[in-house]
């Protein structure tokens, strides 16, 4: 199984329960592993055969940075699926999402969330 990791994006979006998370914004955090088979770009040292760091990152910005959402979950499960339908060579994705000083009672980093999805689970 290879993967391609990508640590440690950061973005700025409205996710949240509450009034001023949706107001105010907050950055999140996104790590992500795409499994993919790599022999062919390594063999070929073509882009053509590989998935674009960059381009992921665009994609995951575009999802972060919109709509807000009630739920991380549901950031999470929408960048999986945009991943799978941008991406053809992806087979499956683990996506992790760490939200630094949620507005709840006690003192927290961060919590955060981890999804793994396959190909499939969008068919």
């Given at each position: 199984m290879d993967k391609i990791?990508?640590?440690?994006?950061?973005?700025y979006g409205y996710h949240g329960l509450f009034p001023e998370e949706n107001k105010?914004?907050?950055r999140f955090t996104v790590d992500l592993e795409l499994i993919t088979d790599l022999k062919p770009?390594?063999?070929s040292d073509n882009m053509n055969d590989?998935?674009?760091y960059?381009?992921?990152?665009?994609?995951?910005?575009?999802?972060?940075?919109?709509?807000?959402?009630?739920?991380?979950e549901t950031v999470a499960?929408?960048?999986?699926?945009t991943l799978f339908e941008a991406f053809k060579k992806l087979d499956a994705v683990k996506v992790y999402i760490d939200k630094p000083g949620p507005p709840?009672?006690?003192y927290y980093k961060s919590?955060?969330?981890e999804i793994y999805r396959e190909r499939q689970d969008y068919v």
């Open positions: 990791l990508l640590n440690g994006l950061m973005f105010l914004g907050q770009s390594g063999r590989s998935i674009d960059g381009q992921v990152y665009q994609v995951v910005q575009k999802v972060v940075e919109s709509e807000a959402r009630d739920l991380v499960e929408e960048v999986a699926q709840i009672p006690g919590v955060g969330i």
